[in-house]
């Protein structure tokens, strides 16, 4: 199973305006099981309440800051993979399927993926 954690802080508009839509829409699509989970950091709005309308799962935390979010979503996540991201979707969830290839290929236990990295091609 892989699971899927947002960090969340003061988004209840962001979620209702389809800030997680595409990656509902890339987990139904995958032909393996995947979890949402959303974690609400101390919000001040109704986060939480309109994520569990969306995430399979949202665990609450006082406000600690993204590490804290990060790591409550860790220790509760039930996948063997966990992947981070963030709300906005920096990075497309569709750009999920090349970092769990590379996991897969290269048998490793922690993969970092960046936008902005270059690297030369190798022979």
Request: hydrophobic share 45%.
């Amino acid at each position: 199973m892989l699971s899927i954690i947002v960090p969340a802080y003061n988004e209840e508009q962001g979620i209702r305006g389809g800030l997680l839509a595409k990656i509902v829409s890339w987990k139904k699509a995958q032909p393996f099981p995947v979890e949402l989970i959303v974690v609400d950091d101390g919000s001040e709005d109704a986060t939480a309440q309109v994520a569990e309308g969306v995430a399979d799962r949202v665990i609450r935390i006082e406000h600690g800051g993204k590490a804290a979010a990060l790591t409550a979503g860790i220790r509760g996540a039930s996948g063997s993979l966990v992947l981070l991201t963030d709300m906005d979707q920096a990075t497309p969830i569709h750009e999920a399927g090349k970092l769990l290839q590379t996991i897969a290929q290269s048998r490793c236990d922690i993969a970092l993926g960046s936008r902005g990295l270059v690297r030369p091609a190798s022979n």
